[in-house]
Protein backbone atom coordinates (compact mmCIF):
# COMPACT_ATOMS: atom_id res chain seq x y z
CA UNK A 1 0.00 0.00 0.00
CA UNK A 2 1.61 3.18 -0.61
CA UNK A 3 1.84 6.04 1.13
CA UNK A 4 -0.66 8.91 0.66
CA UNK A 5 0.70 12.71 1.92
CA UNK A 6 -1.90 14.49 4.42
CA UNK A 7 -5.20 15.14 3.08
CA UNK A 8 -5.88 17.99 4.84
CA UNK A 9 -5.58 20.92 2.12
CA UNK A 10 -2.97 23.74 2.77
CA UNK A 11 -2.67 27.42 1.28
CA UNK A 12 -0.61 27.23 -2.17
CA UNK A 13 2.35 28.02 -1.08
CA UNK A 14 6.31 28.79 -3.17
CA UNK A 15 6.74 25.65 -3.83
CA UNK A 16 3.14 24.82 -5.04
CA UNK A 17 3.74 27.78 -6.97
CA UNK A 18 7.27 27.16 -8.70
CA UNK A 19 6.65 23.66 -8.67
CA UNK A 20 7.12 22.91 -12.83
CA UNK A 21 10.28 25.08 -12.72
CA UNK A 22 11.94 23.54 -9.67
CA UNK A 23 11.07 19.90 -11.01
CA UNK A 24 12.32 20.80 -14.77
CA UNK A 25 15.25 22.50 -13.83
CA UNK A 26 16.45 20.31 -10.55
CA UNK A 27 15.86 17.22 -13.03
CA UNK A 28 17.25 18.41 -15.80
CA UNK A 29 20.41 19.96 -13.41
CA UNK A 30 21.02 16.32 -11.62
CA UNK A 31 20.94 14.30 -15.17
CA UNK A 32 22.65 16.64 -17.40
CA UNK A 33 25.53 17.22 -14.88
CA UNK A 34 25.78 13.28 -13.94
CA UNK A 35 25.55 12.78 -17.76
CA UNK A 36 29.50 14.75 -17.62
CA UNK A 37 30.36 12.60 -14.27
CA UNK A 38 28.85 9.13 -16.32
CA UNK A 39 30.77 9.87 -19.47
CA UNK A 40 33.86 10.68 -18.28
CA UNK A 41 33.71 7.21 -16.03
CA UNK A 42 32.31 5.23 -19.19
CA UNK A 43 35.49 6.47 -21.23
CA UNK A 44 37.98 6.43 -18.22
CA UNK A 45 38.99 9.29 -17.30
CA UNK A 46 39.69 8.69 -13.81
CA UNK A 47 42.44 6.95 -15.14
CA UNK A 48 43.81 10.28 -15.16
CA UNK A 49 44.00 11.00 -12.10
CA UNK A 50 43.98 15.06 -11.16
CA UNK A 51 43.00 15.84 -14.66
CA UNK A 52 40.48 13.74 -14.59
CA UNK A 53 39.08 15.06 -11.55
CA UNK A 54 39.80 18.73 -12.98
CA UNK A 55 38.36 17.75 -16.25
CA UNK A 56 34.82 16.42 -14.42
CA UNK A 57 34.60 19.41 -12.53
CA UNK A 58 35.51 21.68 -15.33
CA UNK A 59 32.80 20.44 -17.86
CA UNK A 60 30.67 20.05 -15.09
CA UNK A 61 30.67 23.66 -13.38
CA UNK A 62 30.64 24.90 -17.09
CA UNK A 63 27.23 22.74 -17.98
CA UNK A 64 25.73 24.20 -14.68
CA UNK A 65 25.69 27.55 -15.45
CA UNK A 66 25.68 27.59 -19.00
CA UNK A 67 22.80 25.18 -19.36
CA UNK A 68 21.45 26.85 -15.82
CA UNK A 69 21.33 29.94 -17.46
CA UNK A 70 20.17 29.28 -20.81
CA UNK A 71 17.18 27.07 -18.92
CA UNK A 72 16.16 30.08 -17.06
CA UNK A 73 16.59 32.77 -20.17
CA UNK A 74 14.50 29.64 -22.24
CA UNK A 75 12.39 29.53 -19.50
CA UNK A 76 11.37 33.32 -19.67
CA UNK A 77 11.26 33.66 -23.18
CA UNK A 78 8.63 30.74 -23.40
CA UNK A 79 6.39 32.20 -20.95
CA UNK A 80 6.68 35.67 -22.18
CA UNK A 81 5.37 33.90 -25.49
CA UNK A 82 2.58 32.13 -24.46
CA UNK A 83 1.43 35.36 -22.54
CA UNK A 84 1.68 37.37 -25.96
CA UNK A 85 -0.37 34.53 -27.57
CA UNK A 86 -2.93 34.65 -25.15
CA UNK A 87 -3.79 37.74 -24.93
CA UNK A 88 -3.73 37.64 -29.02
CA UNK A 89 -6.29 35.07 -28.37
CA UNK A 90 -8.54 37.20 -25.43
CA UNK A 91 -8.14 40.61 -28.00
CA UNK A 92 -9.70 38.05 -30.70
CA UNK A 93 -12.32 36.78 -28.89
CA UNK A 94 -13.02 39.85 -27.27
CA UNK A 95 -13.79 41.26 -30.81
CA UNK A 96 -16.06 38.22 -31.33
CA UNK A 97 -18.05 38.34 -28.59
CA UNK A 98 -19.31 42.06 -29.31
CA UNK A 99 -20.91 40.65 -32.27
CA UNK A 100 -21.87 37.09 -32.25
CA UNK A 101 -24.88 36.56 -29.69
CA UNK A 102 -23.97 33.48 -26.84
CA UNK A 103 -27.45 32.50 -27.43
CA UNK A 104 -26.50 31.00 -30.73
CA UNK A 105 -27.60 27.08 -31.75
CA UNK A 106 -23.52 26.22 -31.77
CA UNK A 107 -23.04 27.96 -28.02
CA UNK A 108 -26.20 26.56 -26.19
CA UNK A 109 -25.16 23.26 -28.11
CA UNK A 110 -21.84 22.95 -26.59
CA UNK A 111 -23.26 24.20 -22.99
CA UNK A 112 -25.75 21.03 -23.43
CA UNK A 113 -22.95 18.86 -24.35
CA UNK A 114 -21.29 20.01 -21.00
CA UNK A 115 -24.00 18.89 -18.64
CA UNK A 116 -26.11 21.56 -18.73
CA UNK A 117 -29.92 21.71 -19.26
CA UNK A 118 -31.19 23.54 -22.27
CA UNK A 119 -33.13 26.23 -19.21
CA UNK A 120 -29.42 26.38 -17.32
CA UNK A 121 -27.29 27.38 -21.04
CA UNK A 122 -30.39 29.74 -21.57
CA UNK A 123 -29.46 31.26 -18.48
CA UNK A 124 -25.99 31.36 -18.70
CA UNK A 125 -26.05 32.77 -22.24
CA UNK A 126 -27.94 35.68 -21.07
CA UNK A 127 -25.35 36.17 -18.21
CA UNK A 128 -22.55 35.97 -20.94
CA UNK A 129 -24.08 38.63 -23.31
CA UNK A 130 -23.62 41.39 -20.68
CA UNK A 131 -20.23 40.26 -19.68
CA UNK A 132 -17.88 39.63 -23.33
CA UNK A 133 -14.71 40.01 -21.65
CA UNK A 134 -15.44 36.96 -19.49
CA UNK A 135 -16.90 35.03 -22.23
CA UNK A 136 -14.00 35.76 -24.21
CA UNK A 137 -11.75 34.39 -21.19
CA UNK A 138 -14.23 31.42 -21.08
CA UNK A 139 -13.46 30.92 -24.48
CA UNK A 140 -9.70 31.30 -24.46
CA UNK A 141 -9.16 29.22 -21.10
CA UNK A 142 -11.77 26.24 -21.75
CA UNK A 143 -12.47 26.21 -25.49
CA UNK A 144 -9.09 26.53 -26.55
CA UNK A 145 -7.42 25.21 -23.62
CA UNK A 146 -5.05 27.98 -23.16
CA UNK A 147 -3.36 29.18 -19.41
CA UNK A 148 -4.15 31.67 -17.83
CA UNK A 149 -2.25 34.92 -18.91
CA UNK A 150 -1.59 36.65 -14.97
CA UNK A 151 -0.79 32.79 -13.76
CA UNK A 152 2.89 33.70 -12.25
CA UNK A 153 5.70 35.96 -12.95
CA UNK A 154 7.47 35.24 -15.79
CA UNK A 155 11.26 36.39 -14.43
CA UNK A 156 10.42 34.61 -10.58
CA UNK A 157 9.20 31.41 -12.52
CA UNK A 158 12.97 31.79 -14.90
CA UNK A 159 14.94 31.99 -11.89
CA UNK A 160 13.74 29.32 -10.11
CA UNK A 161 14.28 27.21 -13.06
CA UNK A 162 17.56 28.40 -12.74
CA UNK A 163 18.49 28.29 -9.03
CA UNK A 164 16.43 24.67 -9.09
CA UNK A 165 19.30 23.97 -12.01
CA UNK A 166 22.20 24.82 -10.12
CA UNK A 167 21.24 23.52 -6.56
CA UNK A 168 20.03 19.93 -7.64
CA UNK A 169 22.77 19.65 -10.51
CA UNK A 170 25.27 20.05 -7.95
CA UNK A 171 24.73 17.25 -6.42
CA UNK A 172 26.92 14.80 -8.82
CA UNK A 173 29.82 16.74 -8.42
CA UNK A 174 30.33 17.27 -4.78
CA UNK A 175 31.93 14.40 -4.28
CA UNK A 176 34.41 15.49 -6.77
CA UNK A 177 35.49 18.44 -4.50
CA UNK A 178 36.74 15.96 -1.85
CA UNK A 179 38.05 13.05 -3.49
CA UNK A 180 40.53 11.72 -5.67
CA UNK A 181 39.45 10.82 -8.88
CA UNK A 182 38.37 7.15 -8.74
CA UNK A 183 35.68 4.62 -8.02
CA UNK A 184 34.62 5.81 -4.93
CA UNK A 185 34.18 9.32 -5.80
CA UNK A 186 31.77 7.90 -8.98
CA UNK A 187 30.40 5.64 -6.50
CA UNK A 188 29.18 8.85 -4.48
CA UNK A 189 28.15 10.97 -7.16
CA UNK A 190 25.53 8.16 -8.69
CA UNK A 191 24.49 7.98 -4.69
CA UNK A 192 23.78 11.51 -4.42
CA UNK A 193 22.57 12.34 -7.65
CA UNK A 194 20.35 9.61 -6.30
CA UNK A 195 19.81 11.16 -3.25
CA UNK A 196 18.45 14.71 -4.86
CA UNK A 197 16.24 12.19 -7.74
CA UNK A 198 14.55 11.29 -4.85
CA UNK A 199 14.07 14.56 -3.54
CA UNK A 200 12.34 15.80 -6.12
CA UNK A 201 10.34 12.49 -6.47
CA UNK A 202 9.18 13.52 -2.56
CA UNK A 203 8.45 17.13 -3.53
CA UNK A 204 6.17 15.85 -6.28
CA UNK A 205 4.82 13.81 -3.75
CA UNK A 206 3.77 16.21 -1.21
CA UNK A 207 2.39 18.91 -3.46
CA UNK A 208 0.51 16.09 -6.06
CA UNK A 209 0.10 12.61 -4.08
CA UNK A 210 -0.49 10.16 -5.98
CA UNK A 211 1.44 7.55 -4.30
CA UNK A 212 5.23 8.34 -3.48
CA UNK A 213 6.87 4.69 -4.98
CA UNK A 214 5.24 5.97 -7.94
CA UNK A 215 6.68 9.72 -7.48
CA UNK A 216 10.14 8.15 -6.85
CA UNK A 217 10.11 5.54 -9.52
CA UNK A 218 9.22 8.17 -12.39
CA UNK A 219 12.06 10.64 -11.77
CA UNK A 220 14.40 8.21 -10.70
CA UNK A 221 14.02 6.28 -14.03
CA UNK A 222 13.95 9.41 -16.21
CA UNK A 223 17.50 10.58 -14.50
CA UNK A 224 18.72 6.68 -14.35
CA UNK A 225 18.30 6.07 -18.32
CA UNK A 226 20.20 10.14 -18.74
CA UNK A 227 23.05 8.54 -16.95
CA UNK A 228 23.06 5.17 -18.42
CA UNK A 229 23.06 7.09 -21.87
CA UNK A 230 26.05 9.39 -21.33
CA UNK A 231 27.99 6.04 -19.57
CA UNK A 232 27.35 4.21 -22.49
CA UNK A 233 28.51 6.90 -24.90
CA UNK A 234 31.46 7.71 -22.90
CA UNK A 235 32.75 3.78 -23.04
CA UNK A 236 32.41 4.39 -26.93
CA UNK A 237 35.29 6.62 -26.83
CA UNK A 238 37.54 4.27 -24.61
Known sequence: MSAQPPA????????????????????????????VVAGFAGAGADEAHEIGAAAVLLFGLANL???????????????????????AALRRESALARTRAP????????????????????????ILARRPRLRAELAVRLGLGLPDPDAGNAALRALATFLSFVTF?????????????????????????????????????RVNGGGLRRRLAETLLVG????ASAFAVGLAFR
Open 65 to 87: VADGASMGLGAYLSLRSERDMVN
Open 169 to 205: GFAPLAPWFALAPGDLALALSFGASTLALGGLGVMRW
Open 224 to 227: GAGA
Open 103 to 126: RDDASLAAMRRAGLTEDEAAVIAR
Open 8 to 35: DPAPRGRIETYLREIVYGGNDGIVTTLA
